[in-house]
């Protein structure tokens, strides 16, 4: 688990294509990883991976293929700067929110400007991820925790602050740019906790109107 606060920024040094996989070693001075053990792990732009080799100067972290399929990992090229946060302890503070470093699609920033000293990003989400994305809530992109501006239907704002631009990967955002994003845990659990009993039917298609009533989530 992660907190979504970034740690440092780290740069990819080598990719080695395994079987179909892809072994990623990154580069990571400015995060100490003298606490960090082999099998540990480190998010890596919203990704959770697992650190197979310490070779002094950073890790070594195997990518699957299903991961391939569903971040933007295999679109990184040896140079591409990414977001580093290594796993909660008991001591951690919570400072942005519960991250699991486990992506649930990828998304495309549409636009950004200047907003007195922050920057007005919009990025658009898939359409299925649309419904755990509400004002205000909390969103994860590229690892980053943030707070949600402005959503209509499957675009949403992020406002970032001179801190977050300085501090993470966002300063390289183009119009265009892909993104990893998480939605918020609890909404995901929340909406499986509302299917009720119609949540072990594996022809179920999510939640209608029609299972809010059976299930006694509407008044008559």
Partial sequence: MFTGIIQAVGEVAALQNSGGDLRLRVRSAALPLDD???GDSISTNGVCL???ELPGDGYWADVSRET?????LGSLVVGSRVNLEKALTPASRLGGHIVSGHVDG???????TEDGRSIRFVLRAPEALAKYIAHKGSITVDGTSLTVNAVRGAEFDLNIIPQTMQETIFGTYTR????????DVIARYLERL???DAAADPQAEGLSMATLAENGYLRP
């Fill in 36 to 38: 960090v053990a082999l």
């Fill in 50 to 52: 697992t650190v197979t």
């Fill in 68 to 72: 391939l399929d569903f971040t933007t």
């Fill in 106 to 112: 990828v998304g495309e920033v549409l636009s950004f």
């Fill in 176 to 183: 265009g740019s892909r993104v990893n994003l998480e939605v």
């Fill in 194 to 196: 509302m299917l009720g």
